[in-house]
């Protein structure tokens, strides 16, 4: 599966801003699908799973309540929807899918390209 990342930007702190993951290839609806972000001189970290029935979600902490992940497989697409965001929300962010329902980034092994999110104070 291929998966390409839209969406981000530039927002104010308080803003929000939504997420969109877009997979090719048929078999998006058996995968895990999860966002990751990694900030300016920072480890990948994990932001939000949904698992391949779109019944189990995880967030992260500093994220809960603020994120929420949903996917719609009619349209291949999963996205976050991230709002109240701060500063400290700045960071490219990632999609990945995998078959794991996991916070661990090396349990994924597809990965979209990135995309911008800069919030400013």
């Known amino acids: 599966v291929q998966l390409q990342a839209s969406g981000g930007g530039l927002v104010q702190a308080g803003g929000s801003l939504r997420l969109s993951c877009a997979a090719s290839g048929r078999t998006f609806s058996s995968y895990d699908m999860a966002w990751f972000r990694q900030a300016p001189g920072k480890e990948r970290e994990f932001v939000a799973v949904i698992s391949e029935s779109g019944g189990s979600t995880t967030y992260a902490d500093f994220v809960k309540g603020r994120f929420t992940i949903s996917r719609a497989d009619t349209k291949n697409t999963v996205n976050l929807q991230m709002n109240s965001l701060k500063p400290e929300d700045t960071a490219v962010y990632y999609c990945?899918?995998?078959?794991?329902?996991?916070?661990?980034?090396?349990?994924?092994?597809?990965w979209g390209q990135g995309t911008q999110v800069t919030v400013s104070s």
């Open positions: 990945a899918a995998g078959e794991y329902f996991s916070r661990y980034s090396t349990n994924y092994r597809h």
